[in-house]
Structures are given as C-alpha cells and as structure tokens.
C-alpha cells in the first residue's frame, strides 16, 4: 500500500498542500492515505508525520513529494528511511532533489546509498572542522566549553577572604557571582588553593606566556 505524507511551512493559510497532494493521487495513493502537517521541518513534534509513520507497515511504501517535505536535514532524512528500511517500509520522492529515490527499486535503493554516504561525509567534516578548531584554540591557551566562573582574579580574592574570621561565605559568593561548591573547589575554608585553585593559576599561568610570546613575536 503507498502511504503519503504532505508538509508546508506556515500554518498561517498562506501555503497549500495542493500541489503535493495532486501530485500523490496522481501516483496512486487514496486521499484516506494522505497526511499533512502545517510546521516547519526543523520541528520535532509534527503529529501527521507521526501519525504517518505509525500507520505504515511492512511492505508499505512512503511516498513524498519532494525530499524536503520529510526531513529537517540529511541526516535526519537517512536516519528516517533507514528506521523505515528496518521495518521493511520502502521509500520513495516523486519530484525534485532525489526523485530517484526508491528504496523498493535497485537504482533506488542504489540512490539512497548515494544520499547516505554524502550524510556520513558531511558529518566527517563537521567533527574534523571542530577538532581542529578545538586544537587551534588550546594552543592559544583557550578551551572549548562553558566559561570558569571562577577566574584567577576571584580566586585571590577569595583567599584573602577566606582567611579572615569576619569573612561570611554565603555574602562571600553573592560578591564573586559563584556558589559554594565552586568556592570550596579551588580553597579551603582557611583560604588555601585546593587542585582546582592550583590547576586554575596554572591555566592562567600559561595563557600569560603564551600571550607574552606572541607579543614578543610581533614585536621582532
């Protein structure tokens, strides 16, 4: 049984499924084998496209329009198709972009391979893009991640303070914009560096050099 599934961006009335649903009775599928969503395809919660794929079976076949009206992504696209290939559900996209496709045919199943393979080369680059950036970014002395909420600078004052008896700790924290466990983290209540406190001088440390260097560097 071909099962269709229809999408168009706004759910405003501005944009009609009219085209892709001619198109869909025009390849054989019954209107009571229609769904549709208003939504854009970058959103997770989309009920006629769950209530799409809930209704296929095996020997199904899942019939769009264009490529685009299935998936938010590529990724997300093979992902889809491959959980439908799972359930022995085919696939198929009768205009645009990938109107090769269909996973019940040879040269379509052969298509999809192609689509598959450009979804892994893309997310390859991606990771490869990150590490290096990540790499060239620690050799500058930075890292990736959240930013420290506690910097060298709130670490000295913390110590001066953490050694005075008057010191309150909770009035302490509201000033340097940290909690108490982050506070006893890097000191002890008498105001002495704890690993983290040595390990965040040291950080700080070597950003100071690095930049030293490149000053020096620039200078010459």
């Known amino acids: 049984m071909l099962v269709g599934y229809m999408r168009v961006s706004k759910a405003d009335g501005s944009q009609a499924t009219d085209l892709q649903r001619d198109a869909l009775v025009e390849a054989g599928i019954g209107p009571e084998q229609l769904y549709e969503d208003r939504a854009s395809g970058k959103r997770d919660d989309r009920?006629?496209?769950?209530?799409?794929?809930?209704?296929?079976?095996?020997?199904?076949?899942?019939?769009?329009?264009k490529l685009d009206r299935l998936g938010r992504s590529l990724a997300h696209l093979i992902d889809t198709v491959n959980k439908l290939n799972s359930r022995g559900v085919g696939f198929r996209v009768l205009a645009g972009q990938g109107a090769s496709i269909d996973t019940t045919t040879a040269n379509g199943r052969l298509m999809?391979?192609?689509?598959?393979?450009?979804?892994?080369?893309e997310r390859?680059?991606?990771v490869e893009r990150t590490q290096a950036g990540l790499a060239a970014a620690r050799a500058r002395g930075r890292n990736g991640g959240?930013?420290?909420?506690?910097?060298?600078?709130?670490?000295?004052?913390?110590?001066?303070?953490m050694g005075q008896p008057e010191t309150k700790v909770g009035e302490l924290c509201a000033e340097l914009g940290?909690?108490?466990?982050?506070?006893y983290r890097h000191v002890t209540p008498q105001g002495e560096l704890r690993a983290d406190g040595l390990k965040l001088l040291a950080r700080k440390g070597r950003s100071v050099m690095i930049a030293a260097n490149g000053a020096r560097e620039q200078a010459g």
């Open 124 to 126: 390859e680059l991606i």
């Open 146 to 161: 959240r930013p420290f909420k506690m910097t060298a600078a709130k670490l000295r004052l913390a110590q001066a303070a």
């Open 112 to 121: 999809f391979a192609f689509f598959a393979a450009l979804a892994e080369f």
């Open 178 to 183: 940290i909690t108490r466990q982050t506070l």
């Open 47 to 65: 009920p006629g496209l769950d209530a799409c794929l809930r209704a296929l079976r095996a020997g199904d076949t899942l019939v769009v329009w």
